[in-house]
């Protein structure tokens, strides 16, 4: 696929807008044109917030999501409100505390990301960096080198954090390969 | 040198800087607020100043005074603060203060959808602060392109003497891509024209070609600055005739200079027969709409003003002679529509595609408007 187009979605403050920030900036370091944006409301924490990224070869001239080949919602109110963008052979991951419809036409990964934040790392506040993990293995190492992947999120995330996002990443990556197991 | 993910935000403050920009002053506001947070943190760096004032009214102010001091000074905001700048906007044009007004446009009116897109300032801009008076605005679409026209725009003010509006919207102002971060050395900067006589031999506002040379306060030179109507001393008068002169030289500095300044992007507008109009975040989707467009058959393309106050009357003008129809996509009711209309509906017919929902402008419904009247006109 030359285009890849991701949209992520959660409550304010759970980092979906720095997620998607990191996976334009991998694609980037990687040569390829991204654009990322966000649309969320006046409030600081709560609220439905949706970002967007897209990842192309070619030059990104409308740079919203038109239909997401891949969709993440962290939330039931975000899922409820964005699955309708998924495209029809699109891929949707979700928190496991959401309840999905059951006629979704592509591919659905339900994973405990908010679950395993917790558990393993002692704190939500990973839950977007597992996210970036399951995304990334889903997109691949054809797309963007896994160095690129974990450099960039060393950069992005509080320094003193490092060790735990990189490792919330690999988390995600398992998530998601541990199902082909 | 590489690539960087940049938000437009980002990017204005980086272009701000390398034209020069050492004084900020401004109240911050969404979806402008990156521009005052970034500024604060960089300023320092550079030996410049920030200020966060107790509005917008007094940002404005702030700037003007320090512009008038000799420093390249900045300030940003949204709908409701440039409503509120627009009495000094007009005393920056009057005093012929340098300076750089960024709107990054949300929308409106009021305090309206702080975090939403909308392109609903373009006539205030024109028209915003009262009397006649020069305005320039221009229009980024991309973030490489706030950054090089955040240094036109100081370019311009300092040029012209004049204040210049970077007129942006929430798309491109939150919007992160890709920019290349240029080497000082390749940055074209123009600076003020400075007085050569001696301080007790300077006359403020008299000028040999419409745009006179100034002085920084502090220099020696002792000169009056003044909102009313001034002669080239600086001081008020009533008299007729210098009024007349100066309303019609701050006018005609910018209107009979705009080949200097006049940018734009023209799109597979060769052999176009129908010609989109758009700017800003729209003309993105715009971009989309006609290669898509050009895939049904159909002769579309884009015609992109970048600056757009003082409008492109040539360049519109020139477009409407050759094509059947322009269609003026905006995120407002038709505002610069009404520009495009009047001077190229004599040639050919205007149409116009709005949106004022706090949405983007789709390629799509650019596409079933253009598509749908043209393909059916065909089948029939």
């Known amino acids: 696929m030359n285009k890849f187009e991701i949209q992520l979605s959660g409550s304010g403050g759970q980092g979906v807008i720095l997620a998607a920030i990191i996976l334009a900036d991998a694609a980037i370091k990687q040569g390829l044109n991204a654009v990322q944006t966000q649309s969320y409301g006046p409030e600081a924490r709560g609220g439905a917030s949706k970002a967007e990224v897209i990842i192309s070869k070619e030059e990104i001239y409308f740079p919203k999501v038109t239909k997401a080949n891949i969709l993440l919602a962290l939330t039931q109110n975000s899922y409820d409100k964005y699955i309708a963008n998924l495209d029809k052979d699109g891929i949707l991951i979700v928190d496991d505390h959401i309840e999905t419809d059951g006629d979704i036409p592509g591919k659905v990964y339900i994973l405990p990301i908010l679950n395993n934040a917790n558990k393993k790392f002692e704190t939500r506040m990973v839950a977007n960096i597992i996210s970036i993990g399951a995304i990334y293995a889903l997109l691949g190492e054809k797309v963007i080198n896994k160095d690129i992947m974990i450099n960039t999120i060393a950069e992005r995330v509080p320094p003193v954090t490092v060790e735990k996002n990189i490792a919330a990443f690999k988390e995600g990556i398992k998530l998601i390969e541990g199902i082909y197991d | 040198m590489a690539y960087k993910l940049v938000q437009g935000n980002e990017a204005c403050v980086e272009g701000a800087l390398a034209a020069g920009m050492r004084f900020f002053a401004g109240y911050p506001i969404t979806p402008s607020t990156e521009i005052a947070e970034i500024s604060s943190q960089k300023l320092p760096q550079y030996g410049g100043k920030f200020i966060q004032m107790e509005d917008e009214i007094a940002s404005m102010a702030a700037i003007i005074g320090a512009s008038l001091a000799g420093v390249k000074s900045m300030t940003a905001t949204s709908g409701p603060g440039f409503s509120l700048m627009q009495e000094n906007l007009g005393y920056a044009a009057i005093t012929e203060t340098p300076c750089v007004l960024v709107n990054v446009q949300r929308g409106g009116p009021s305090t309206g959808l702080p975090t939403l897109p909308a392109q609903g300032d373009i006539m205030q801009a024109k028209w915003g602060t009262h009397g006649d008076h020069p305005t320039v605005a221009l229009t980024p679409n ?220 789709t390629p799509d419904e650019i596409i079933s408007v253009i598509g749908g009247k043209y393909e059916l006109q065909r089948n029939n």
């Not at chain 2, 001393?233 to 009533?238: A, I, L, Q, V, Y």
């Not at chain 2, 734009?264 to 800003?280: H, M, N, P």
């Not at chain 2, 269609?327 to 529509?337: D, I, K, R, S, T």
Request: overall charge negative; some cysteine.
């Open chain 2, 142 to 361: 991309s973030v490489q392109e706030v950054y090089e026209y955040t240094i036109k725009a100081f370019n311009i003010a300092e040029k012209f003497r004049t204040p210049v509006i970077l007129l942006m919207d929430e798309t491109v102002g939150h919007l992160r891509e890709k920019m290349l971060i240029k080497d000082p050395s390749e940055i074209e900067i123009i600076n003020r024209k400075k007085p050569t006589c001696k301080p007790e031999e300077y006359i403020a506002f008299k000028s040999d070609d419409s745009i006179p040379p100034m002085a920084a306060f502090g220099e020696g030179y002792r000169y009056h600055v003044t909102g009313l109507i001034h002669d080239e001393t600086g001081f008020p008068t009533n008299n007729s005739q210098i009024a007349d002169n100066l309303i019609r030289r701050l006018v005609g500095k910018v209107e009979n200079n705009i080949d200097d300044f006049s940018y734009y992007e023209e799109y597979k507008l060769e052999d176009a027969e129908i010609v989109i109009l758009a700017f800003g975040g729209v003309s993105r989707s715009a971009k989309s709409a006609v290669d898509k467009l050009r895939s049904k058959d159909l002769k579309v393309g884009l015609f992109r003003p970048i600056t757009m106050w003082p409008f492109l009357e040539k360049q519109i003008s020139n477009i409407a002679q050759k094509v059947e129809e322009i269609f003026v996509a905006e995120m407002n009711l038709g505002q610069y529509y009404l520009e495009v209309d009047r001077v190229a509906g004599k040639y050919c017919r205007v149409e116009k595609i709005n949106k004022v929902n706090g949405e983007l402008i």
